[in-house]
């Protein structure tokens, strides 16, 4: 809740049907919350796993026209949108259900551009059981950004650490040729002004780290650096950025770089994510920047061999709701 009283909205969609994204939810409805939660997902999947796991749940039926309110635990209010099956069973996937969770990321992402939410955060999604059943999706982010506009930059965040990405879901042979000067300038455009608007950092200082082993060693490693890298960063400080780098990927996560920055940006996936996840997993969130809208989601897979046992974490889930508030706040 904002300080002036306001209640936000926030669309909260459970992700992959027989993961453990619907119990992460139940589990957390048991707990009081800030701000509304709409749950967008089917009403007979929450009912089937709310039995399962033995936690109690009252279902209503959201209401657009309504004013936001705060519910009480166990309060479950559901826009509901039809599965292609009558019953998803925990643990394990069925490609009928992957348009079901489309739809429901499509229903948040419109709702955040009608702005009857404030922000949306996502559950977990498996990505190839719905490539298996003919949908070209790489990830929640590409899909949102499609839909939305914007160029999306993918931040994770955990409490002392902020990584971006400047390439996300892509095979590792193909991170060197994404590495253009156009791309690189884009996302760091995108983390320092969204730093300054949405986390009230006057000066964000920012790390960057290199491509290849040793920052390139002075290109007998890869030229990257010299011939891509170094030269956005050059131009870019010029703008005023306050930016480091390229800073070497095995050195950067050190006390020495991180105690004096804001946060740092990875050229892949798993350059910059292991030490995000080591340092704070359960309690990191995943965060697009560059979109119209808010949106937040968790750090972790559909974890198919825990759903429906009751023992899922929804430290990050928890972060992610947070991190989704505190945004809109600022906005």
Do not use: W
Request: overall charge positive; proline content about 5%.
């Amino acid at each position: 809740m904002a300080e002036s009283g306001y209640i936000q909205r926030i669309a909260l969609t459970p992700g992959e049907p027989s993961g453990i994204g619907p119990d992460l939810c139940l589990q957390l409805l048991q707990k009081q919350q800030a701000c509304e939660l709409v749950l967008i997902a089917s009403r007979k999947l929450l009912e089937q796993r709310a039995k399962q796991l033995k936690l109690p749940v009252k279902i209503t039926e959201f209401d657009p026209k309504e004013p936001a309110r705060i519910h009480g635990k166990g309060d479950c209010c559901v826009l509901h949108v039809d599965m292609a099956t009558q019953k998803s069973e925990a643990g394990l996937l069925n490609k009928s259900n992957s348009n079901y969770v489309l739809k429901t990321v499509t229903r948040a992402t419109k709702g955040c551009l009608d702005e009857v939410f404030d922000a949306m955060v996502t559950g977990p999604v498996h990505k190839g059981v719905i490539n298996d059943a003919g949908f070209d999706f790489s990830g929640h982010t590409e899909f949102i950004a499609n839909f939305t506009g914007g160029y999306p930059v993918m931040m994770l965040a955990t409490p002392g650490l902020r990584v971006a990405l400047v390439t996300t879901h892509l095979p590792l042979a193909k991170v060197s040729q994404a590495i253009t000067h156009s791309r690189l300038r884009k996302v760091i455009r995108i983390l320092h002004q969204e730093l300054h608007s949405q986390f009230a950092i006057r000066n964000p200082h920012i790390l960057v780290c290199g491509l290849n082993p040793h920052a390139g060693e002075g290109g007998h490693l890869g030229r990257e650096e010299i011939e891509i890298i170094g030269p956005v960063l050059e131009g870019l400080r010029k703008q005023g950025l306050n930016l480091q780098g390229p800073v070497p990927a095995d050195t950067v996560f050190t006390p020495k770089y991180l105690q004096s920055s804001d946060a740092v940006v990875a050229m892949y996936h798993d350059q910059g994510l292991p030490v995000l996840k080591h340092l704070g997993f359960s309690r990191a969130a995943n965060i697009t920047l560059g979109l119209p809208i808010i949106r937040t989601s968790v750090d972790h897979g559909t974890a198919l061999e825990l759903a429906g046992t009751g023992k899922g974490d929804i430290g990050s889930l928890e972060f992610a709701i947070k991190m989704a508030q505190e945004m809109a706040n600022k906005k």
